[in-house]
């Protein structure tokens, strides 16, 4: 923790401008950030506080696997600035987060969320889908076993098999089936059918929410505003230029006791940044504004675009609302496909 303070206080002229940025949300994630207690957690706020302009209200989130959440832990949570759990429950069932090697049980799953509601009002779980073996009518009782909890904003995924993971060997053995696009995508639809019935807003591909409960940490990334990461594998963006740590913690700790940032930085081209709004906004409730790509980009940029686009509309993928493109019900699930034909590799 003492080699982030310092990076911290290192990257205290990342939003540099002739605007002071305001914080407007602190996210704890990546890893298990739920190790930490309430006592460094406000350590790391007060640094955060010393080094940035922070907003009045800032949305201050912790990530949490089920089995770190205890009633003691959460009470003295409830009693820092932060005011929102995402809690990674994935699923309700054991023989689903068995299959995931997840370290949590279906028990711990349940109780985390119902003991949570008791110290926070805004509460986020994670749900994945395309499990193999995970019925449409598991998949039903997840779903409605989440909306009986009362949480305010779910975030949920489709299972991927990551490469040099225990799932992956399953897999490859046969042990497990691979994932099934079609039973995923099926189920995709049928969480926004049953989220949407119960007054959720489908406001990000991936992300659900009561309104006054969408996540301003999802949302700051999807509207391309800047961000700053802080520690090992953390991933930044200014606006113009995108950096990311090194991701092993030697050479990460190493470099911070040398006052030497252990980040590499990218700086943005045109293309990238066009690239970057169209694959953002084809995921989001906001869509690709046509006069925008005009005026930020170009009318070059506009002109491809409505040409590459064509064929989706045509295939009723993307619809135009005044001057917003947006995927249709049909397209939500293939948006990043859809996104990528859009793409300008030269221009």
């Given at each position: ?66 089995d ?5 832990y ?11 759990l ?14 995931m ?14 003991m949570?509601?008791?110290?926070f009002?805004s ?8 499990i ?15 909306l ?12 991927t ?9 399953f ?6 089936p ?61 606006g113009?230029?995108?950096?990311w ?13 040398e ?18 709004y ?35 509309l ?18 939500k699930?293939?948006s ?10 030269n221009?």
């Amino acid at each position: 923790m003492a080699m982030m303070v310092r990076e911290i206080a290192l990257r205290s002229d990342w939003f540099s401008g002739s605007t002071p940025t305001v914080i407007e949300t602190i996210y704890f994630g990546g890893g298990t950030p739920s190790v930490l207690d309430s006592a460094d957690l406000n350590f790391l706020l007060d640094t955060i506080n010393k080094h940035f302009k922070v907003g009045s209200s800032p949305e201050i989130t912790v990530e949490a696997n089920p089995d770190d959440l205890t009633s003691d832990y959460l009470k003295a949570l409830s009693r820092t600035p932060v005011n929102r759990l995402s809690i990674g429950v994935q699923s309700f069932f054991e023989e689903d987060l068995r299959l995931m090697n997840r370290a949590h049980n279906a028990t711990q799953a349940l109780a985390s969320v119902q003991m949570a509601t008791d110290f926070f009002d805004s509460i986020s779980l994670d749900l994945i889908y395309g499990i193999p073996g995970l019925t449409d009518e598991k998949w039903t009782h997840n779903i409605n076993t989440a909306l009986q909890l009362g949480v305010s904003h779910i975030s949920s995924y489709a299972l991927t098999v990551e490469s040099k993971t225990a799932l992956a060997h399953f897999v490859k053995k046969g042990i497990i089936p691979k994932p099934d696009d079609a039973q995923a995508q099926a189920q995709f639809l049928m969480i926004i059918d049953q989220l949407e019935a119960h007054d959720f807003v489908h406001y990000e591909l991936s992300n659900f929410a009561k309104e006054g409960y969408f996540s301003k940490n999802n949302s700051a990334y999807w509207l391309g505003k800047p961000y700053l990461g802080i520690g090992p594998s953390a991933h930044s963006f200014n606006g113009a230029q995108r950096g990311w740590n090194v991701s092993n913690n030697s050479q990460y700790i190493h470099a911070l006791h040398e006052n030497l940032l252990p980040l590499e930085v990218e700086t943005l081209s045109l293309n990238d940044r066009y690239n970057e709004y169209v694959m953002t906004g084809l995921r989001t409730i906001w869509g690709v504004d046509l006069g925008r790509l005009e005026t930020e980009f170009g009318p070059r940029f506009k002109t491809y675009f409505v040409q590459q686009a064509a064929s989706h509309l045509e295939q009723h993928l993307l619809y135009i609302d005044g001057e917003i493109v947006r995927t249709t019900r049909k397209g939500k699930f293939l948006s990043d496909g859809i996104a990528s034909d859009l793409f300008l590799l030269n221009l």
